[in-house]
C-alpha cells in the first residue's frame, strides 16, 4: 500500500514556515527602535547698540527634535536629530553605541563633543555674556575638533567623566556618500567631576586639552593648543563659578588668546533666577601692543511649567582684539519660549 504523506508534509512545512516567520518577528520587534519627537518654539525681542540699525526687533526661532533608541546585538543604539528653523534642515545630528562597561562611541554632527562641552561653564540664569554681540567668531572660547564630523567617546571612571572628541580633515556636516574640502584634522578632551569624590560637595569642576593641525609648521608649530579649567560652587540657592582658557596659536605671527571669566547665579525661588558675569579677553599681539576685551552680562529668568520667559544684557569694549568706540558693542535681548 502507497502511503500518502503529502498533506502531512505540507503541514510540516506550514509549521516550519510559520515557526521561521515567528523567530523572524521576534528579532525584528527586539530591534526595533523607540521614535519620540519634541519641540519648541522661541519668540525673541532684540535691540543693538546705538550705532546699529535694529530694523525689526522680533524674531521667532523653532526647533524640531527627534530621538530614536533601540537595541542592536546587545547594544543600545541612539540617535538624535534637531531641526531648526526650517523642517528639512539638519542643525544637528548624533548616532552613538552605548556599549554598557566599554563607555558610548558616537558619531556627531554638531550636538557638541569633546572640549567644546566644557568652553564656558561660568554660572548663567540665561545666555552666556558674549551671546549676541558682533564678531563672526566668539574669542576666547576652546574646541580644537568642534563638534562637527567629529567621533566622539564619552566613559565615566571613579566619578571622573572622560568625553574625547577626534576628527579626520575639515569640521564639516558632510552628507552621506559626501567628503569635505580643505581642513586639517583635531583632537580633544575634557574631564569633568561633581568633587564628591574629593569631599568637596557643592563643587564642580573640569579641565580640558586639545590639538588642531594646522599645515606644515614652516612659520612655526605645527598646531593650536587650546586648554581651559573651570570651577562651579553651590551653597543654596547661589553658584559661583569662575574659569581660565587659552588658545597657544601655532603660527609665530598669530594671535594667542587668554580668557578669565567668573560668574555668579541665584535662585531668588522654583521658578525665577537671576546672574551677573564678567569676562576678559587678553590678545597677545606679536607686533603691536596686547589688546584686553573686557564684557560682562546680566540675565534673568522666569519659569512656568514648559514656558520660559529670558531676559539679558551684555556689553563689550575692545571686541575682538580692536580698540576705540567702534570697538564698543552691546545687546538687550528678552526670549518667549514654549516647549512641546
Do not use: C
Not at 60 to 87: H, I, R
Amino acid at each position: 500500500m502507497k502511503t500518502i504523506t503529502k498533506g502531512k508534509n505540507m503541514n510540516n512545512f506550514k509549521k516550519v514556515g510559520l515557526t521561521a516567520l515567528a523567530g523572524s518577528l521576534a528579532a525584528i520587534s527586539a530591534q526595533a527602535a523607540e521614535m519620540s519627537v519634541s519641540g519648541a518654539t522661541v519668540l525673541t525681542y532684540t535691540t543693538e547698540h546705538s550705532s546699529e540699525t535694529t530694523g525689526n526687533p522680533f524674531g521667532m526661532k523653532t526647533n524640531l527634535g527627534f530621538t530614536a533608541s533601540g537595541e542592536v546585538n546587545g547594544y543600545t543604539v541612539s540617535y538624535m536629530q534637531t531641526s531648526a528653523d526650517q523642517f528639512a534642515g539638519m542643525s544637528s545630528a548624533r548616532l552613538s553605541v552605548d556599549m554598557g562597561d566599554m563607555g558610548t562611541i558616537a558619531f556627531d554632527q554638531g550636538s557638541g563633543s569633546g572640549l567644546g562641552t566644557i568652553d564656558d561653564k561660568t554660572p548663567t540664569a540665561a545666555e552666556e555674556i558674549w551671546d549676541g554681540l558682533d564678531g563672526t567668531t566668539v574669542g576666547g572660547l576652546v574646541g580644537a575638533a568642534g563638534a562637527s564630523g567629529v567621533f566622539n567617546y564619552v566613559q565615566s571612571y571613579a566619578g571622573v567623566k572622560f568625553n574625547g572628541a577626534m576628527r579626520k580633515g575639515s569640521g564639516t556636516k558632510n552628507a552621506d556618500g559626501a567628503s569635505s574640502g580643505a581642513g586639517q584634522g583635531a583632537w580633544d578632551f575634557a574631564l569633568t567631576t561633581d568633587g564628591s569624590m574629593m569631599g568637596l560637595e557643592g563643587v564642580t569642576m573640569g579641565a580640558g586639552y586639545g590639538e588642531a593641525s594646522i599645515g606644515d609648521g614652516n612659520s612655526g608649530s605645527d598646531k593650536n593648543e587650546h586648554s581651559t579649567f573651570f570651577a562651579n560652587y553651590s551653597v543654596g540657592p547661589v553658584t559661583f563659578g569662575a574659569q581660565v582658557s587659552r588658545i597657544d596659536k601655532g603660527i609665530s605671527t598669530a594671535v594667542d588668546e587668554d580668557t578669565q571669566a567668573w560668574g555668579i547665579s541665584f535662585n531668588v525661588n522654583e521658578n525665577l533666577s537671576v546672574s551677573y558675569g564678567e569676562r576678559d579677553v587678553e590678545y597677545d599681539n606679536t607686533s603691536a601692543a596686547n589688546v584686553t576685551e573686557n564684557g560682562d552680562g546680566v540675565a534673568v529668568a522666569y519659569t512656568m511649567g514648559s514656558m520660559k520667559i529670558a531676559g539679558n544684557h551684555n556689553t563689550v569694549k575692545n571686541n575682538d582684539n580692536a580698540t576705540g568706540l567702534g570697538a564698543e558693542d552691546y545687546m538687550t535681548e528678552i526670549a518667549v519660549s514654549f516647549a512641546f
